[in-house]
Nanobody, 124 residues
Framework: QVQLVESGGGLVQAGGSLTLSCAASARTFSSLTMGWFRQAPGKEREFVAAIRRAESTVYADSVKGRFIISRDNAKNTVILQMNSLKPEDTADYYC??????????????????WGQGTQVTVSS
């Protein structure tokens, strides 16, 4: 069982930055693929970024060049650094864990564990 707890959400102006953190309770954290997804009001949840156990990364086109995902295996934490935020980045952001550490899937169904989410609001 893996428990995930997100933090760092809040209100920020367009063009600003915000850092999300996800703390995982997993003895095998370093072997997991970790991902971030988001769900805007009235929309389906969508992939944002993922990082494999080997620390290679995958990003959605909408955030490429603006967001950075990283992990600290010593602290069982995955970070999403969000820069140049836009109003369309407003959403609930969810951390997720995939037991298959070699892939960085963009599909929600491939992730085994989910956090409760943290809200990000970007004002124009």
């Amino acid at each position: 069982q893996v428990q995930l707890v997100e933090s760092g959400g809040g209100l920020v102006q367009a063009g600003g930055s915000l850092t999300l953190s996800c703390a995982a309770s997993a003895r095998t954290f370093s072997s997991l693929t970790m991902g971030w997804f988001r769900q805007a009001p009235g929309k389906e949840r969508e992939f944002v970024a993922a990082i494999r156990r080997a620390e290679s990364t995958v990003y959605a086109d909408s955030v490429k060049g603006r967001f950075i995902i990283s992990r600290d295996n010593a602290k069982n934490t995955v970070i999403l650094q969000m820069n140049s935020l836009k109003p369309e980045d407003t959403a609930d952001y969810y951390c997720a864990a995939d037991l298959i550490g070699w892939r960085a899937s963009t599909r929600q169904a491939d992730y085994n564990y989910w956090g409760q989410g943290t809200q990000v609001t970007v004002s124009s």
